[in-house]
């Protein structure tokens, strides 16, 4: 169920920060174990201001139904960011945020 948003400055290769948040994602053991319900989309961007340098970024915005722990999704938030730290990405601000989707509202449909 989860859906990964991962925002990064375009410096970086979106493709190679794929990997790493699927499997952090996978690795917090909050989801089905074969992974099939977690999606992972990247969006670059060249125009960003990162404080007063021009550092890199990521983000990872992982939105999943509301009823997780707190525990749950603090464990979840630090599987994704020791997944990304993996890659030793020099001079970029890394940071991972949980949002609860409304279980009243969240439609979805599979063809």
Do not use: W
């Not at 989801?31 to 990872?60: C, E, M, W």
């Amino acid at each position: 169920m989860p859906h990964c948003i991962i925002e990064h400055s375009s410096s970086l290769k979106g493709e190679e920060l794929l990997s790493p948040v699927f499997q952090g994602v996978l690795g917090s053991a909050l989801f089905t174990a074969d992974g099939s319900d977690i999606k992972v989309r990247a969006l670059p961007y060249s125009v960003y201001q990162t404080g007063n340098t021009g550092a890199d970024f990521v983000h990872v915005t992982v939105r999943i139904l509301a009823g997780r722990t707190e525990v749950e999704k603090q464990k979840l938030s630090a599987a994704v960011l020791a997944a990304i730290d993996s890659l030793k990405l020099a001079n970029c601000s890394v940071t991972i945020e949980i949002v609860d989707i409304d279980r009243q509202s969240y439609s979805k449909s599979v063809s």
